[in-house]
């Protein structure tokens, strides 16, 4: 069940300031926040390193095993050998897909776009993509919210010890830098309009007042 961390209610003056990697920008309807992926060469440089040495390997060991000139093919052993090394060749194109999807992710666009009626989320790849669409509604306050990484699967806690700050939806400085936060936009119904997923805390810190800014002025 998702812990709340911290709730903005207070409406700013103005924009907040923003220094992260989404862009606000007015519309004729209202305003849109977007967001581009980009490259991480830390990612990127040991997806390609696990690459070059996996794939490099079992290519390596299937010519020399089963494809090199001279071999008997299609007979028991060959078969036994093929079907062995077709699992680290699985294993192998399932890192190739996460290096292919690490050089796409610049084409990568989330669009918020926050209107007089609707609130509209766009996830696309090259222009690509699936879109949602939320009534809009007066805002009274919105919650930074994340899952704990010691919740069991049936959605009970494990037998775990915890500090009380800790049991309390607190997080410890390293927890907040690297974590995944989900801001929850509710109403004064205490109805949930829409979640926006995938968010540091930086970025929760500028897009929650902002949206709360948007609200009042399209209201």
């Known amino acids: 069940m998702p812990v709340v961390l911290k709730t903005y209610v207070e409406v700013p003056d103005v924009l907040p300031p923003n220094a992260t990697r989404w862009r606000i920008r007015t519309t004729m309807d209202g305003y849109c926040l977007?967001?581009?992926?980009?490259?991480?060469?830390?990612?990127?440089?040991v997806l390609f390193l696990?690459?070059?040495?996996?794939?490099?390997?079992v290519?390596?060991?299937?010519?020399?095993a089963l494809l090199k000139p001279g071999i008997e093919r299609f007979n028991i052993?060959?078969?036994?050998?093929?079907?062995?090394?077709s699992i680290f060749g699985v294993i192998g194109l399932f890192l190739l897909l996460l290096?292919?999807?690490?050089?796409?992710?610049?084409?990568?666009?989330?669009?918020?776009?926050?209107?007089?009626?609707?609130?509209?989320?766009?996830?696309?790849?090259?222009?690509?993509?699936y879109t949602w669409a939320y009534?809009?509604?007066?805002?009274?306050?919105?919650?930074?919210?994340?899952?704990?990484?010691?919740?069991?699967?049936?959605?009970?806690?494990r037998k775990r010890h915890r500090t009380s700050s800790r049991s309390s939806g607190q997080l410890e400085p390293y927890e907040k830098a690297s974590r995944i936060f989900t801001l929850a936009l509710i109403?004064?119904?205490?109805e949930v309009?829409?979640?926006?997923?995938?968010?540091?805390?930086?970025?929760?810190?500028?897009?929650?007042?902002s949206l709360l800014w948007i609200d009042r002025q399209l209201s």
């Open 99 to 129: 290096l292919i999807l690490e050089l796409v992710e610049p084409f990568h666009t989330r669009t918020w776009e926050y209107g007089n009626v609707l609130i509209v989320c766009r996830l696309a790849w090259f222009g690509i993509g």
């Open 77 to 85: 052993d060959w078969l036994m050998k093929a079907a062995f090394l």
């Open 34 to 45: 977007t967001s581009r992926g980009r490259w991480t060469f830390q990612g990127l440089g």
């Open 193 to 209: 309009v829409c979640t926006w997923e995938g968010l540091n805390l930086e970025e929760c810190d500028v897009i929650g007042p």
């Open 187 to 190: 109403t004064e119904n205490e």
């Open 59 to 64: 290519v390596l060991v299937s010519w020399e």
């Open 135 to 157: 009534p809009r509604q007066w805002l009274a306050r919105i919650d930074v919210t994340y899952t704990p990484q010691d919740e069991a699967p049936d959605g009970k806690s």
């Open 50 to 57: 696990l690459n070059l040495f996996w794939n490099g390997v």
